[in-house]
């Protein structure tokens, strides 16, 4: 294939390194997890709660939530919806360090995130449309249960504390 020299390559903007995890849950406390595309032999069973990076440094965490919760499940809690005024702000943030197989995703020297923890409450037998981009499957479990499934230690914390932020 010839690239003419004069057409610049585009590669994608770089990510935010400002993003939100959302526990999606029902009042029985099942917790819905996703499984990411990007999932191998390092990490076969790559199961999440939705996550997102901000789009541009503006959008506040909770837009930030309200489009990756649609993005990735197909759920609307944005305003006019039926869950609007469903997602709670947590007041819990995480940094940790990006995993090294993502660095290219971010300008260099980013090597942190700031995780900023939800969760959205829905009715049981809420129907989930994944982005097959993104991910592959998904499944409600017992809070407990999901925790010990997930793929990132951010995750798992949080489907734990579910008990306390849910009551």
């Excluded at 076969?44 to 901000?54: E, H, L, N, R, Y």
């Excluded at 940094?95 to 700031?114: D, E, K, M, S």
């Excluded at 939800?118 to 499957?137: D, K, M, S, W, Y």
Aim: some cysteine; aromatic content about 8%.
């Amino acid at each position: 294939m010839r690239v003419c020299p004069t057409t610049p390559l585009r590669r994608p903007p770089l990510k935010i390194p400002q993003s939100v995890l959302v526990v999606i849950h029902t009042s029985s406390l099942q917790v819905l997890l996703i499984r990411r595309t990007e999932a191998d032999a390092a990490a076969p069973a790559f199961w999440q709660s939705v996550t997102g990076s901000k789009d541009h440094p503006d959008e506040t965490f909770e837009a930030t939530a309200v489009r990756e919760i649609a993005e990735e499940t197909g759920i609307d809690c944005g305003p006019g919806s039926p869950l609007q005024g469903s997602l709670r702000d947590w007041a819990l943030e995480n940094v940790y360090p990006i995993y090294p197989r993502w660095l290219h995703r971010y300008a260099p020297g980013v090597v942190f995130n700031t995780e900023h923890v939800f969760g959205l409450q829905v009715p049981e037998g809420t129907v989930v449309q994944i982005n097959p981009r993104e991910h592959t499957a998904w499944q409600w479990l017992p809070f407990a249960e999901a925790a010990a499934l997930c793929f990132s230690p951010s995750n798992a914390e949080a489907c734990l504390l579910l008990p306390r932020f849910a009551a």
